[in-house]
C-alpha cells in the first residue's frame, strides 16, 4: 500500500479526495492534517489516519511528516478565497505560502522520498486579453489579488525545490471548481443558496458582485481524478492546467440555476461585493493534461449545478 | 522636514543611507527600526530616532507606523544573501517577503499617506540567455533561488498593493551592491577579505567558488543616490532596475583586486561554496532611470574595489 498524506483534510475538495481514494481499495494508506477538524459524516466509514495541526506550526507538521513517512502528499491546505484574501492579506499569504513552504522544507530536512502535489489557481493568469485565450501553461502570470500572488510565490518555490533541491513536485493551477457541498464563500455555491431561497420565498431578489465575468469551472469530482492523474503520470517540476477549457459568465450560470430550480428572477448588484481589481476572463487550456496524463472532465456543468441546487434544497428545508 | 523611516539600519546599505540623508541638511528628520542594534561610530552624530523591532512582530510595526506617521518608506531590512537562502529558506522567505507584507499592510490599515520604497534584487531574472542582455524591467522573472523567489513575491505584492489597494509604492530591482562594509558573506567582500589576508601572509591562496559568474555591480554609494531619486521621480506601481548596465565576472574583479593589493595568487574553487542553481550572466540596463530620474551611477567599479581593500587592510592590520 502506498502511503498518501492529504493536507487540509477538512476542505471542500478533500471530502471529494477521501472518498475517492477510499474507493481504490488496497492501494492507499490514508494519512489527513486538518487544523479545524469536522465530523464529516461521510468520513465515518473511511480508513484515515488524522492529525490535528496547523501547518504554520512548521515543527509539528515535521514531527508529522517523519512519522508518516508519506510516499505521496497532496498539499490541498489553502484559504482559497480571493475575497477573503483582500480582507486579509496577511493570513491569506501565511494559510497559502507559509505553510507550503513549511511543508516542502520539512521534506528536503528530513529527505523523505515522496511526490509532492502543489495545488495553484488560475488566479495566478491574472488579467489576460480575450487573444491569450485558452491560457496555457506557458502563458504569462500576472497576479492581481493577494490571494493570486500567495499562488504563483508558491508555484516558485515548488520549481525551486524540484530544479535547486531536487524534490519530486509537480503542481497544478487548477481553475474554478464547483460541487456539491462547497462554501457559500465561494460565489457559484453563494447563487445556489441565494437561489433555493428565493424558491422557498426567503428572498424576494439574489445579491450579486460582477456577473459579466467568465470562468472556466470544472466539477471538484473531475479535478480530484486529475489529481490522481497528474501523481501517476505528471512530470516532476511541471506545471498543468486544470480545467473544463469552456467559459460560463457568471450571469450565464445564474440563468441555467433558475432555470433547473425553476425559478424566475432579476438580481441586485451589491457594490460591496465587487472586488479591488478583478479578471473579465479566464479560460484554460487542457490540453497538456490530457495528452500527458490521459485525463478528461466527465461531467456536464448543468449535473454539476443540479447537484448544488439539490445540496442546498435538502438543507435549506 | 518630511519624515523619513527606515527599516533595517543596522545593514549595509543604511550605513550610507542615513550618512547621506543626514547630509542633506534640514530635508528629513529621519527615523529607523532594526532588530539588531549596532552601534556604528558613524551614527552617533546623526539625529535619527530608533525603534527595535523585529518586523516579523507586524502589531509592533503597526504602532511604530503609527506613532511616526512617515512621508517616506525605504524598506531596506531584508535577509538579502542567497546562499543563506539555500540554507535557511524558510528564514529568508519570512524576513524578505513577510516583513514586507506585514509593512505595507500596516500602512493600508492605518492609512498613512506615505511613498513608499520596495527593494527587490536582480536576482528576480534568473537565469537568462545571452541575448536576452541588458535586462529590462520588461525582461521575463525566473528566480531560481529561495532568496529570488522571496524578491519576486515582494515584487508582486507591491503591485497589488499599488494597483488594488492605492498605495504609493516604486519598486526596485537593485543588482548587487559593493562598498566597504559590506559583510563578507557578500562575494566581493570575501575576496577582498582573503586578498588582504594573502597579502598580510595569513593564507597561502584564496578560496573561491563559482568565479565565472557575470554580474552587475553598483558603488553602495551609487545605490544610495538612486534610491532618493527614486523617492522623488519615481512613478507609482512602476519597477526600476538600479544598475551600473555592465557586466564583470568574479574572476576579472578578483584580477583587479589582485593588482590593487600588489598580490599574485591562483584561487581553491571550494565545492562547498558552489550554489545548487546559479544564474550565469546578468547585465541590467538603467535606461528608465537614467531618463525618468535623471541619476547616473558615478563611481568606478576600481574606486569601490580599491576602497573595499582599504576597509580589510584596516580591520585586519
Known amino acids: 500500500m502506498r502511503k498518501i498524506l492529504v493536507t487540509g483534510v477538512s476542505g471542500f475538495v478533500s471530502q471529494y479526495l477521501l472518498k475517492y481514494l477510499s474507493s481504490l481499495d ?19 466509514n473511511l480508513q ?19 512519522s508518516v513517512q508519506p510516499d505521496t502528499i497532496i498539499h490541498l491546505a489553502s484559504d482559497s478565497s480571493v475575497a477573503y484574501s483582500w480582507q486579509k492579506p496577511i493570513e491569506s499569504f501565511q494559510n497559502n505560502t507559509n505553510i507550503f513552504l513549511h511543508l516542502v522544507e520539512a521534506v528536503r530536512l528530513l529527505n523523505v522520498k515522496c511526490r509532492i502535489l502543489s495545488i495553484g489557481s488560475s488566479e495566478e493568469y491574472g488579467v489576460v486579453t480575450q487573444d491569450a ?19 504563483v510565490s508558491q508555484e516558485m518555490l515548488s520549481s525551486v ?21 462547497q462554501r457559500e ?20 431578489s439574489i445579491e ?35 480545467c473544463s477549457g469552456k467559459g460560463y459568465s457568471l450571469k450565464e450560470l445564474i440563468e441555467i440555476m433558475m432555470k433547473l430550480a425553476g425559478v424566475n428572477s432579476g438580481y441586485n448588484i451589491n457594490a460591496k461585493l465587487i472586488r479591488p481589481s478583478d479578471n473579465p476572463i479566464i479560460i ?27 445540496h442546498w434544497a435538502e438543507k435549506l428545508k
Open 48 to 66: 484515515i489516519k488524522l492529525f490535528d495541526a496547523d501547518l504554520q506550526n512548521s515543527l509539528l507538521l515535521r514531527d508529522i511528516i517523519e
Open 284 to 310: 484554460g487550456s487542457n490540453k497538456k493534461i490530457k495528452e500527458e496524463c490521459n485525463w478528461q472532465p466527465e461531467i456536464a456543468i448543468e449535473e454539476s449545478l443540479s447537484k448544488m441546487l439539490d
Open 26 to 44: 488496497g492501494i492507499y494508506e490514508i494519512y489527513g492534517i486538518t487544523r479545524n477538524r469536522i465530523d464529516f459524516p461521510e468520513y465515518k
Open 161 to 181: 525545490y524540484a530544479n535547486g533541491y531536487g524534490l519530486d513536485i509537480v503542481m497544478t493551477r487548477s481553475f474554478n471548481h464547483i460541487g456539491s457541498g
Open 133 to 151: 485565450l485558452p491560457l496555457t501553461e506557458s502563458s504569462p502570470l500576472n497576479p492581481v489579488s493577494p490571494y493570486a500572488v500567495a499562488r
Open 208 to 242: 450579486v458582485g460582477n456577473v459579466d465575468i467568465v470562468r472556466d469551472f470544472l466539477d471538484v469530482t473531475d479535478v480530484v481524478k486529475a489529481y490522481i492523474c497528474l501523481l501517476e503520470k505528471g512530470k516532476k517540476g511541471e506545471v498543468y492546467n486544470v
Open 185 to 204: 464563500a465561494f460565489v457559484i455555491s453563494s447563487f445556489a443558496k441565494q437561489i433555493i431561497e428565493l424558491k422557498l420565498g426567503k428572498r424576494a
